[in-house]
């Protein structure tokens, strides 16, 4: 099978971005918050300060580096927690139908009527900063997509022939709906999934921005370019190197829901064999 | 035999919403099955046959509903029981299989799992001993090479190895009733043949009744002792297989019959057309007055367009739903 040049490239820079993250420490050249030191303020790219350094003269190369630890835990935590609410209530509202189904479909709709980061404002807003705060705050607001794919998915599949052969083989509701439906919609799934995964990194960048994700001193992009817009003339490599690694994250994430969404299609899978 | 038979189908009747009013897709439907037995329900499309095992195994579902009568298994009546009864009875002690093993097996999980899956849901076997009895079950419905099979997914296997991997599944738990509808419409002549062979073999060896539903009535007398003739939602004739070619009573057996080309006929040899019944089924929503049979019959009196027939006897276990029977 010939592997899509999306999914190649987008593989390669998420795995780019995952190996960063995990050896933040090896690859890092000094301490993204201990080592500062005014003697080196402001110093632009350079064989020693591969990404220069910030006013208070800490390698932004460093800082970079420390930070994709940050924005990915947010990424992917924030996005699995998406993930798991909008398949169970979707998956529930579209086997059972009924009232339940009424109020999974409000609720989706008045989740898809709130702009999701103004929700995860308001909830940041009540948490106060922090990691913690950030996961709730952006694993909450962001299943609605998730949760309508997976009732669209289970209305469709619960006409099949095998769904119909399993309820007739004596298998009771949560069982088919484990091994009959969730398998079988897990494709899209994981293709939304994958895009939430780099909303997710633009998202916390958004919020660390605008002063309520991750607080400095510690390194997350957000906050990063947060603190360099005031530089942005004078400094540059400020914004540009943390601009940067979200840029190619969340490229990288799209390309990759995009390369799987072509490879888990059913159509082409059964071409594939 | 003594006890109560195995499945026993009283009075029948299945009702279907239509908006405002309801309609009996089927009346009057009675039978039963002894242990062992075989049950052969032939019929047109629409007339009833499928949505009557649906019934027997609990599963109509809106809009279809039982408006009367009773189905008992074993004396007991099936309706009555909480769902995870009747839940436990599916596939453990009733089974079916349908018309499309494609489409009847779920194409993202290997066919080993699949059968696993009825011992470790109905038997409480732990997956280890599930997926060993699923090598020996593949073994026994003749499928190759059975412990490399069972990783195999459905689609990379042939109709006729879907439908075995089909009638494993079905007969895991050593089933009393196997429910058969149209069980080789989807399949090559040959492979039919071979299938029916099997699935009569396997039963007979385990003593497990079937209920075989059919458009055929050839092949239904072939694999059944008795069999059953519906029409329009009523069983019109209920026969010894033996005697349904060779005497049956209702005009529209003798057509099913006439229709079927048998070797050396006059018909095969190319000397008279193959006799039909003429018209079609008539639509649920319109069922005509008296026997429904009445506008397609040939021997069709006033009586049949007022008055439906009751059902007389013929014989020891025979019996027929017609004003002018032979």
């Known amino acids: 099978m010939k592997l899509g040049a999306s999914l190649i490239i987008g593989g390669a820079l998420f795995a780019l971005a995952i190996f960063v993250g995990l050896f933040a420490p090896w690859l890092a050249h000094t301490d993204p918050v201990m080592d500062a030191n005014l003697m080196n303020a402001e110093e632009p790219p350079s064989w020693i300060w591969w990404f220069g350094t910030d006013a208070q003269g800490r390698d932004i190369y460093s800082r970079v580096v420390h930070g994709a630890r940050i924005s990915l835990t947010v990424g992917i935590v924030s996005q699995l927690v998406n993930s798991v609410i909008g398949v169970t209530l979707g998956l529930t509202a579209g086997y059972w139908g009924g009232w339940w189904d009424d109020f999974v479909n409000g609720l989706t709709n008045l989740m898809l009527a709130i702009p999701s980061l103004i929700f995860a404002l308001a909830i940041m807003a009540v948490l106060g900063p922090g990691l913690t705060s950030l996961l709730i705050a952006l694993g909450l607001t962001n299943w609605s997509f998730t949760c309508r794919i997976a009732r669209a998915s289970t209305l469709s599949l619960k006409s099949q022939g095998y769904v119909q052969a399993a309820r007739v083989l004596g298998y009771g509701d949560m069982r088919i709906m484990i091994t009959q439906l969730l398998p079988n919609m897990l494709g899209p799934i994981i293709v939304i999934g994958t895009l939430g995964m780099g909303g997710a990194v633009l998202a916390e960048a958004a919020l660390s921005f605008l002063g309520l994700g991750i607080r400095p001193p510690y390194p997350s992009w957000g906050s990063m370019l947060s603190e360099a817009r005031d530089q942005i003339t004078t400094a540059p490599w400020l914004s540009i190197f943390p601009g940067l690694a979200i840029f190619l994250t969340v490229l990288g994430l799209n390309l990759l829901g995009d390369g799987l969404r072509d490879i888990l299609d059913p159509q082409s899978r059964s071409r594939r064999t | ?326």
């Open chain 2, 1 to 326: 035999m003594t006890g109560p038979p195995l499945i026993e189908v009283e009075d029948l009747r299945i009702d279907l919403d239509v908006g405002p009013s309801r309609v009996a897709a089927v009346e009057g439907v009675s039978f039963r099955i002894d242990r062992g037995e075989t049950f052969g329900l032939v019929g047109e499309s629409g007339s009833g046959k499928s949505i009557t095992a649906l019934a027997l195994i609990g599963l109509l579902r809106q809009p279809l509903s039982i408006g009367a009568g009773a189905i008992r298994f074993e004396g007991r009546e099936i309706q009555g029981l909480p769902a995870a009864r009747q839940r436990a009875l599916r596939g453990n002690r009733i089974a079916m299989i349908f018309q499309e093993p494609m489409t009847a097996l779920n194409p993202v999980s290997p066919v080993g799992r699949q059968i696993a899956e009825m011992f470790v849901l109905h038997k409480g076997k732990n997956w280890r001993e599930a997926n060993q009895l699923a090598v020996e079950a593949l073994a026994s419905v003749r499928v190759p090479a059975p412990e490399r099979r069972v990783n195999d997914y459905p689609h990379q296997l042939s109709g006729g190895m879907r439908q075995r991997v089909m009638i494993a599944i079905a007969l895991a738990c050593g089933p009393d009733l196997l429910i058969a509808d149209e069980p080789t419409t989807a399949l090559d002549v040959t492979v039919q043949a071979e299938i029916i062979e099997l699935m009569r073999n396997l039963c007979a060896e385990r003593g497990t009744a079937i209920l075989m539903i059919s458009h055929d009535l050839g092949l239904v007398a072939n694999v059944c002792r008795r069999v059953a003739v519906m029409y329009a939602g009523r069983i019109v004739e209920q026969r010894g297989s033996a005697d349904i070619f060779r005497a049956c009573a209702h005009p529209y057996t003798q057509g099913l019959v006439d229709s079927l080309p048998r070797l050396g006929s006059r018909a095969v040899l190319g000397r008279t057309r193959l006799r039909e019944i003429a018209g079609v089924v008539p639509a649920i929503a319109d069922f005509p007055n008296g026997c429904r049979f009445n506008p397609r019959c040939a021997r069709a009196t006033e009586i049949c367009r007022t008055t439906a027939p009751e059902t007389t006897l013929l014989g020891a276990d025979g019996l027929v739903r017609c004003h002018h029977h032979a």
